[in-house]
């Protein structure tokens, strides 16, 4: 017989604990366990399941009686499961496992995996339709297809906080101005959907995104790629492609406000825009809305110059800075809106201390309430402390 010392202490401690849970769980189920639903926001690991728990589409995600670890709370935020049921009578032994961050959880998910599936699928479309059109292999943009393509990857979406978690997934893709143009029809269809607007708008409002950026593609690579600042004269030539996918899309049979909002994308409410400086109501509401998702997009990605900005950080640059420039009851309702999808994200600020989330303040966005530890601190209030990254 093996003595017990022979045995590695890790294998022994985890025999034990999982015997004496399944003991423990077996010798309580005689008897009507008390159970109680709670908010998964109040989730905490060591607490067991008392119910099977499924995705909005009826996929199992977490079974009856398991008990709860950092990574399976994720899971639950993940699928926007909002309250769980719970048993009383369990003891909260603390699982132990290794840390895993809520972007990388999401990436181990089929629906992330299938999400990702469908967006390469849809940058290789767009891509494959745009460059034949660019170099006149067709006289004619296929808009059908491009649209059913679109279509497949909005399936895979749930709502606008299952849409920013997704891209917050993919923000070290390449192919910048395909996927850049992707990213900014998603957002700009979620944007478009928080200020209600109807079906068919909301499908023009996609393509705007979609080929938005269409000019790019006429400008030389060296400079769409080049790693450091862009010189005066590099930056007057990036300012002609408004112009110039406007001059090519002009005699396309398809819907004005496509062709407009490549050419008004770069437009600012306080005329400081090109290339026309418009100003307020000279601008499009859907070239409005695709400069928010356009700027957005561009500054939580990363680039050859820079890594990717935290998504609070650029909240609060619109904040300070955006509000002359860009529609502010758009802006505003973007911002509130986004801001809310990343309650219950686990967040490191710029003191090095991880914590999360709770709550929004609705007069200073980019400032939450987050818990660290059993202290909560009011960004608002507490100036000196910020977001910095989400993990």
């Known amino acids: 017989m093996n003595n017990i010392d022979s045995y590695p202490k890790k294998i022994v401690?985890?025999?034990?604990?999982?015997?004496?849970?399944?003991?423990?769980?077996?010798?309580?189920?005689?008897?009507?366990?008390?159970?109680?639903?709670?908010?998964?926001?109040?989730?905490?690991?060591?607490?067991v399941i008392a119910e099977d728990i499924y995705t909005y589409n009826n996929q199992l995600i977490i079974a009856k009686d398991t008990m709860l670890t950092n990574r399976a709370i994720t899971r639950l935020k993940f699928y926007s499961i909002t309250d769980i049921k719970i048993h009383l009578d369990v003891v909260n032994m603390e699982p132990i496992e290794t840390r895993v961050s809520f972007t990388e959880e999401i990436k181990q998910t089929a629906e992330y995996l299938h999400f990702a599936e469908k967006h390469s699928?849809?940058?290789?479309?767009?891509?494959?339709?745009?460059?034949?059109?660019?170099?006149?292999?067709?006289?004619?943009?296929?808009?059908?297809?491009?649209?059913?393509?679109?279509?497949?990857?909005?399936?895979?979406?749930?709502?606008?906080?299952?849409?920013?978690?997704?891209?917050?997934?993919?923000?070290?893709?390449?192919?910048?101005?395909?996927?850049?143009?992707?990213?900014?029809?998603?957002?700009?269809?979620?944007?478009?959907?928080?200020?209600?607007?109807?079906?068919?708008?909301l499908r023009s409002l996609l393509l705007c995104g979609l080929l938005h950026d269409v000019g790019k593609?006429?400008?030389?690579?060296?400079?769409?790629?080049?790693?450091?600042?862009?010189?005066?004269?590099?930056?007057?030539?990036?300012?002609?492609h408004s112009y110039k996918v406007y001059e090519i899309m002009k005699d396309q049979i398809f819907d004005m406000r496509i062709k407009l909002c490549a050419l008004m994308h770069h437009e600012r409410c306080d005329g400081s825009g090109y290339p026309n400086h418009l100003k307020g109501d000279e601008i499009i509401e859907f070239a409005k809305i695709v400069a928010i998702a356009d700027t957005y997009d561009a500054m939580t990605s990363a680039r050859a110059y820079r890594a990717p900005m935290c998504p609070f950080e650029v909240i609060n640059i619109f904040e300070t800075e955006g509000l002359h420039k860009y529609d502010p009851h758009i802006l505003l309702t973007f911002l509130h809106e986004m801001a809310q999808t990343?309650?219950?994200?686990?967040?490191?600020?710029?003191?090095?201390?991880?914590?999360?989330?709770?709550?929004?303040?609705?007069?200073?966005?980019s400032r939450p309430i987050v818990s660290v530890g059993n202290e909560f601190h009011d960004l608002s209030k507490e100036t000196f402390l910020s977001i910095a990254r989400i993990v």
């Open 342 to 365: 990343y309650i219950h994200s686990n967040v490191i600020l710029n003191n090095g201390q991880e914590g999360k989330i709770v709550m929004i303040n609705s007069n200073a966005l």
């Open 13 to 47: 401690y985890f025999t034990i604990r999982k015997y004496f849970f399944e003991y423990f769980m077996n010798g309580i189920k005689g008897d009507k366990m008390k159970t109680k639903r709670i908010l998964t926001s109040r989730a905490k690991p060591g607490m």
């Open 217 to 240: 593609l006429l400008v030389p690579h060296e400079i769409i790629q080049k790693p450091t600042t862009l010189t005066a004269a590099e930056y007057k030539v990036i300012k002609t």
């Open 121 to 201: 699928e849809t940058v290789l479309t767009l891509k494959e339709e745009l460059l034949k059109f660019i170099n006149k292999v067709t006289t004619k943009i296929d808009i059908e297809s491009l649209s059913d393509s679109m279509d497949v990857l909005l399936s895979a979406t749930r709502n606008g906080t299952h849409v920013f978690h997704m891209l917050q997934c993919m923000r070290d893709q390449d192919d910048i101005t395909y996927v850049h143009s992707v990213n900014v029809a998603l957002i700009s269809y979620t944007i478009g959907t928080w200020l209600h607007l109807d079906e068919s708008d």
